[in-house]
């Protein structure tokens, strides 16, 4: 079966940096998402990536490596805007997205 | 870019009754549209992918005759929940990409939150 795996929930303080971590066991790879999205709201897209290494967007940073099926989210200088859940999906060989159950991020001041 | 809209943003219909909601996608033209079903406090559910002038393909479990989803031009899908009923209450969102491939993106719009009595 296809398997997205994030944690629950997290938390951090304002200012700091938090990383989120994501594994995925898929029937093909095709790349990697992460998206954020706040309660009651749809997601945003903040990354993309299909090779290994560290693709830096601002404050924020994901990393792949394909051959641990794992990636992360790196969210720097921590703002309280930031709380929200952090979803991350796989294309898998199809060209399907699969997703993550994803990550409720808790900011503290 | 890649602005995708949802009408309406909010909606409370009595049960029985059915309500049509519709995705555009502003600045772009979306080959693919896809429906989501989210409940609170759980992850997206995809419920259908629709290709411009042609059936959707609805996920397993999804009633197709329910969830009637429209996609007749490359701006524009709509998704018609008939007969509802208050367990089909949820917050539905659509998402558009430009086209296929690998390093295709959704992107989505902003939600349609049902409320059926």
């Known amino acids: 079966g296809q398997n997205i795996d994030q944690p629950t929930e997290m938390t951090a303080t304002e200012g700091a940096i938090v990383q989120i971590n994501c594994t995925y066991q898929?029937?093909?790879?095709?790349?990697l998402f992460w998206y954020q999205q706040h309660a009651g709201e749809a997601p945003t897209f903040l990354s993309y990536n299909v090779l290994d290494g560290l693709e830096e967007k601002g404050r924020f940073s994901s990393f792949l490596s394909r051959s641990k099926g794992y990636s992360y989210l790196l969210l720097k200088e921590l703002q309280m805007k930031d709380s929200a859940s952090y979803l991350c999906a796989v294309k898998d060989s199809n060209y399907q997205l699969i997703w993550g159950a994803g990550t409720k991020l808790i900011i503290k001041p | 870019g890649a602005v995708v809209s949802q009408h309406p943003s909010w909606v409370i219909c009595k049960s029985g009754t059915s309500v049509k909601i519709e995705c555009r996608s502003l600045?772009?033209?979306?080959?693919?549209m896809f429906w989501y079903r989210q409940f609170p406090k759980q992850s997206l559910m995809l419920m259908a992918t629709?290709?411009?002038?042609?059936?959707?393909?609805?996920e397993q479990g999804v009633e197709k005759d329910k969830f009637l989803i429209n996609h007749a031009s490359l701006t524009l899908s709509t998704l018609t929940v008939t007969s509802a009923h208050p367990e089909d209450s949820s917050f539905y969102i659509c998402s558009a990409t430009a086209g296929t491939g690998d390093a295709d993106t959704q992107y989505f719009g902003p939600g349609t939150r049902l409320t059926v009595l």
């Open positions: 629709s290709n411009e002038g042609s059936k959707a393909t609805y």
């Open positions: 600045d772009f033209q979306a080959t693919t």
């Open positions: 898929t029937s093909g790879f095709n790349g």
